[in-house]
């Protein structure tokens, strides 16, 4: 699968390019990891540890907590409307909710 979609926002995984609509989203590296993370997970609730291993890796233990906080509002503001659909699980992470 080289692609992932919801509605009109399209992830190609190859070339690690969002866009909406046919127009090109600035998402930096671990802002799509995250979205990918997301959209491969819908209606999953995901720990925050979950997302932060899988897109910092083997440094997550030294990334201050706050970074994902930032990261997912920095996403969500780059998504416009889609940003609606990161749900916030407090003390417990996030979920693509794809209602």
Do not use: C, P
């Not at 995984?13 to 930096?28: E, V, W, Y």
């Amino acid at each position: 699968m080289n692609e992932l979609t919801f509605e009109n926002l399209s992830l190609d995984l190859i070339s690690k390019q969002a866009s909406i609509d046919g127009k090109d989203l600035d998402l930096n590296l671990k802002e799509f990891a995250i979205l990918e993370m997301l959209l491969e997970n819908q209606n999953i609730n995901l720990l925050r540890e979950r997302i932060l291993d899988y897109v910092w890796g083997y440094d997550f233990y030294e990334v201050n907590d706050n970074t994902l906080t930032v990261t997912i509002k920095r996403l969500r503001s780059k998504l416009g409307d889609y940003g609606s659909h990161i749900k916030t699980l407090r003390g417990i992470g996030y979920r693509w909710d794809n209602e």
